[in-house]
């Protein structure tokens, strides 16, 4: 649809009418057909305000290109603290009610092979019509691309949030979404109930506006996790929007227009603003802990491509400096998906410091809930705030103080300060009991009293803290504590590996005129049992309770998430299997003495799983479907032309 290849662009604008502040917001039009960006939205602000507002929508008229909606947003000059903001928003129409003009044939050609670019169909999440954002999402964004607390720091900033999608979930409907998820590694599938967005947010003075400061952000919104990719675009991107506005965005739109999808494995080109962003899309089939440095290809691109090593990879030795020490305990910590809140004195560090604590579990998919960015204004405040229930498994950052206080019964509490680069290692956080959180001035430390199940790897740590003192650069700093945290993740789940493959039925159980045999139940007093002789400690020299720590995480979210992943790759291997039994067998032979019931009934089998296999898209070779289909007509002939012709019609 060529209504389906428009993107939506906000730009707000704040105003000071007597006590009150009006905010103007203008939709724009643009092309983006099939890009990797759900949104790019932009938002100005006021210095020394805190985000605190309540929302009163006004409606205003549209035009052919430009859709012009009014929000009043009334911010108290008493709010000195955004602690006690009351926020709420009835924000209604935000999108335009007419359609806009359609696109030529060719776009629409272009727009139909194309619309799932980056795995999420996002043209269908973009416009208004087929796929919308909720007002629930709308506010929420606009809340999370601004700083929850006030900051005086000028100059410009990035970080990124993860938004629960509201309003149930909504699927796309096209082949090459599964398509990518199949092929990409589990941590950088697309998100199908939430949404990514990377933040680029600038404040500078200027004498030209009337309270003295340029407040803005550009924010850009995806399902997926590429935050070095989408974070070094918005870096091309923001600078030059924040001079040019509209007219730069809606180029840069057309340049994403023509990128190639993403397809894991692969290496990509990506023109934008006279630059091109050359990266290479993970795939599953990659060697963990494999550089994907030495498989660029620079094709003699001139200029010379900017090359980014990773598309998600943070600096971890950065992110994780201050907690050194502690790893190994924030390391159990998530793997259990214990509930931990991240304090931090900025959305930056929050974020960085939130996204590092997700990947150390690689390649173990963190299948808990996680907010790099979280505020007062979130609509699940209530519920993670609330005393009544236990918190829930997830991880969240904060920025405001406010958070000290209603989060001060959550079980584990990090309070990091700025992340610094420097030449000694810097003061390292200690471990304190929550009984020792105070409400304003708390300081950096780990508020818990989990004991660990396994003891510290002292060897790492005075391996990095040799690095720091011969000035190792950080990249080969974060490498060394990236693979040690890969090893120990792959030394815990190989057991689990070993043993659930133990559980698949033999091939040759597997017989064509019979349903498949069904995978043997996990049984957690077998799997321990095989500990003793095939845990661990063959390939992890870390000491301490391992049964603990095992019998810890079958309790635990992503115990759940992975047994669920694996059992459904085994029940799609074993219909996999049956199809290719079924095509080596002998049908003829098999309906010799077979009623017309019975060859019917087969029939409708074998439809029901061809049908199942490319919508699931078994692991079994196009040539295996082609016979299957090619048995059913077989079979379909030898019966009479009544029951021909109804197996035909259906």
Same mark, same amino acid.
Not at 263 to 284: A, E, H
């Given at each position: 649809?060529?209504?389906?290849?428009?993107?939506?662009?906000?730009?707000?604008?704040?105003?000071?009418?007597?006590?009150?502040?009006?905010?103007?917001?203008?939709?724009?039009?643009?092309?983006?057909?099939?890009?990797?960006?759900?949104?790019?939205?932009?938002?100005?602000?006021?210095?020394?305000?805190?985000?605190?507002? =309540?929302?009163?929508?006004?409606?205003?008229?549209?035009?052919?290109?430009?859709?012009?909606?009014?929000?009043?947003? @009334?911010?108290?000059?008493?709010?000195?603290?955004?602690?006690?903001?009351?926020?709420?928003?009835?924000?209604?129409?935000?999108?335009?009610?007419?359609?806009?003009?359609?696109?030529?044939?060719?776009?629409?050609? @272009?727009?139909?092979?194309?619309? $799932?670019?980056?795995?999420?169909?996002?043209?269908?999440?973009?416009?208004?019509?087929?796929?919308?954002?909720?007002?629930?999402?709308?506010?929420?964004?606009?809340?999370?691309?601004?700083?929850?607390?006030?900051?005086?720091?000028?100059?410009?900033?990035?970080?990124?949030?993860?938004?629960?999608?509201?309003?149930?979930?909504?699927?796309?409907? /096209?082949?090459?979404?599964?398509?990518?998820?199949?092929?990409?590694?589990?941590?950088? !599938?697309?998100?199908? $109930?939430?949404?990514?967005? /990377?933040?680029?947010?600038?404040?500078?003075?200027?004498?030209?506006?009337?309270?003295?400061?340029?407040?803005?952000?550009?924010?850009?919104?995806?399902?997926?996790?590429?935050?070095?990719?989408?974070?070094?675009?918005?870096?091309?991107?923001?600078?030059? /929007?924040?001079?040019?506005?509209?007219?730069?965005?809606?180029?840069?739109?057309?340049?994403?227009?023509?990128?190639?999808?993403?397809?894991?494995?692969?290496?990509?080109?990506?023109?934008?603003?006279?630059?091109?962003?050359?990266?290479?899309?993970?795939?599953?089939?990659?060697?963990?802990?494999?550089?994907?440095?030495?498989?660029?290809?620079?094709?003699?691109?001139?200029?010379?491509?900017?090359?980014?090593?990773?598309?998600?990879?943070?600096?971890?030795?950065?992110?994780?400096?201050?907690?050194?020490?502690?790893?190994?305990?924030?390391?159990?910590?998530?793997?259990?998906?214990?509930?931990?809140?991240?304090?931090?004195?900025?959305?930056?560090?929050?974020?960085?410091?939130?996204?590092?604590?997700?990947?150390?579990?690689?390649?173990?998919?963190?299948?808990?809930?996680?907010?790099?960015?979280?505020?007062?204004?979130?609509?699940?405040?209530?519920?993670?705030?609330?005393?009544?229930?236990?918190?829930?498994?997830?991880?969240?950052?904060?920025?405001?103080?406010?958070?000290?206080?209603?989060?001060?019964?959550?079980?584990?509490?990090?309070?990091?300060?700025?992340?610094?680069?420097?030449?000694?290692?810097?003061?390292?956080?200690?471990?304190?009991?929550?009984?020792?959180?105070?409400?304003?001035?708390?300081?950096?430390?780990?508020?818990?009293?989990?004991?660990?199940?396994? =003891?510290?790897?002292?060897?790492?740590?005075?391996?990095?803290?040799?690095?720091?003192?011969?000035?190792?650069?950080?990249?080969?700093?974060?490498?060394?504590?990236?693979?040690?945290?890969?090893?120990?993740?792959?030394?815990?789940?190989?057991?689990?590996?070993?043993?659930?493959?133990?559980?698949?039925?033999?091939?040759?159980?597997?017989?064509?005129?019979?349903?498949?045999?069904?995978?043997?139940?996990?049984?957690?007093?077998?799997?321990?049992?095989?500990?003793?002789?095939?845990?661990? !400690?063959?390939?992890?020299?870390?000491?301490?309770?391992?049964?603990?720590?095992?019998?810890?995480?079958?309790?635990?979210?992503?115990?759940?998430?992975? /047994?669920?992943?694996?059992?459904?790759?085994?029940?799609?291997?074993?219909?996999?299997?049956?199809?290719?039994?079924?095509?080596?067998?002998?049908?003829?032979?098999?309906?010799?003495?077979?009623?017309?019931?019975?060859?019917?009934?087969?029939?409708?089998?074998?439809?029901?799983?061809?049908?199942?296999?490319?919508?699931?898209?078994?692991?079994?070779?196009?040539?295996?479907?082609?016979?299957?289909?090619?048995?059913?007509?077989?079979?379909?002939?030898?019966?009479?032309?009544?029951?021909?012709?109804?197996?035909?019609?259906?």
């Amino acid at each position: 649809m060529a209504q389906s290849a428009f993107t939506w662009i906000f730009s707000w604008m704040l105003q000071k009418s007597q006590r009150s502040l009006y905010l103007r917001c203008w939709m724009i039009s643009g092309v983006l057909r099939g890009s990797a960006v759900t949104g790019m939205l932009t938002k100005h602000a006021l210095p020394g305000l805190p985000l605190s507002m =309540h929302c009163k929508p006004r409606l205003s008229d549209s035009s052919s290109q430009i859709s012009e909606a009014q929000t009043e947003l @009334c911010i108290p000059s008493s709010f000195s603290c955004p602690s006690f903001a009351i926020c709420s928003c009835c924000e209604q129409h935000l999108w335009p009610a007419r359609r806009p003009e359609p696109l030529n044939k060719c776009s629409d050609r @272009c727009c139909a092979l194309r619309q $799932a670019w980056w795995a999420l169909g996002v043209s269908r999440l973009v416009y208004p019509y087929d796929f919308r954002l909720t007002e629930k999402e709308k506010t929420s964004i606009c809340y999370l691309s601004f700083p929850d607390s006030y900051s005086g720091g000028l100059g410009d900033t990035q970080f990124s949030f993860r938004l629960r999608q509201s309003g149930g979930q909504r699927t796309t409907h /096209y082949e090459d979404d599964g398509k990518y998820n199949r092929e990409a590694p589990l941590t950088l !599938q697309r998100e199908s $109930a939430h949404y990514f967005g /990377y933040v680029y947010f600038r404040q500078v003075k200027d004498s030209s506006m009337k309270r003295g400061y340029f407040q803005k952000s550009l924010v850009l919104v995806s399902r997926l996790p590429y935050v070095n990719l989408f974070q070094s675009l918005l870096q091309l991107i923001a600078p030059e /929007y924040f001079d040019k506005l509209e007219p730069c965005l809606e180029a840069v739109c057309n340049e994403i227009d023509q990128w190639p999808p993403p397809v894991p494995g692969q290496t990509l080109n990506l023109p934008v603003m006279g630059v091109v962003i050359q990266v290479r899309i993970p795939s599953r089939v990659d060697k963990p802990g494999s550089s994907p440095v030495k498989q660029f290809n620079q094709e003699n691109l001139l200029p010379a491509p900017l090359v980014l090593p990773s598309i998600h990879e943070l600096d971890l030795f950065r992110c994780f400096q201050p907690v050194l020490i502690h790893v190994q305990m924030l390391w159990e910590l998530m793997l259990l998906g214990e509930p931990i809140v991240v304090m931090a004195p900025s959305p930056t560090v929050s974020s960085e410091m939130v996204l590092a604590l997700t990947s150390c579990l690689a390649p173990l998919r963190y299948c808990c809930d996680y907010r790099p960015y979280f505020t007062i204004h979130d609509s699940e405040f209530k519920e993670y705030t609330t005393r009544t229930q236990a918190p829930p498994n997830i991880v969240v950052g904060v920025t405001n103080p406010f958070f000290i206080k209603t989060l001060q019964h959550w079980p584990h509490i990090l309070r990091v300060g700025e992340l610094k680069m420097s030449g000694d290692l810097p003061k390292q956080v200690k471990v304190k009991k929550l009984t020792k959180l105070k409400t304003l001035d708390t300081k950096p430390g780990i508020y818990t009293s989990y004991k660990t199940f396994l =003891h510290k790897d002292k060897t790492l740590i005075k391996r990095l803290l040799k690095g720091i003192q011969r000035k190792r650069p950080s990249e080969v700093q974060s490498a060394l504590l990236r693979r040690h945290l890969l090893e120990l993740t792959q030394s815990f789940i190989i057991p689990l590996e070993h043993y659930i493959a133990s559980l698949m039925p033999l091939q040759r159980a597997i017989t064509p005129w019979k349903n498949p045999p069904q995978i043997r139940p996990f049984r957690q007093d077998d799997f321990m049992k095989t500990l003793e002789h095939a845990g661990p !400690q063959l390939t992890c020299v870390l000491k301490g309770d391992w049964l603990g720590l095992y019998r810890r995480f079958f309790r635990s979210p992503n115990f759940d998430g992975w /047994y669920r992943q694996r059992h459904k790759e085994m029940t799609q291997k074993l219909e996999a299997l049956h199809l290719e039994a079924i095509c080596e067998a002998n049908i003829v032979a098999w309906m010799k003495d077979k009623s017309e019931v019975e060859i019917v009934d087969l029939v409708l089998k074998l439809r029901e799983k061809l049908v199942r296999a490319r919508c699931q898209h078994l692991p079994v070779k196009e040539e295996t479907l082609q016979r299957v289909g090619l048995y059913i007509e077989t079979i379909i002939d030898s019966l009479p032309e009544d029951l021909q012709a109804v197996l035909h019609h259906h």
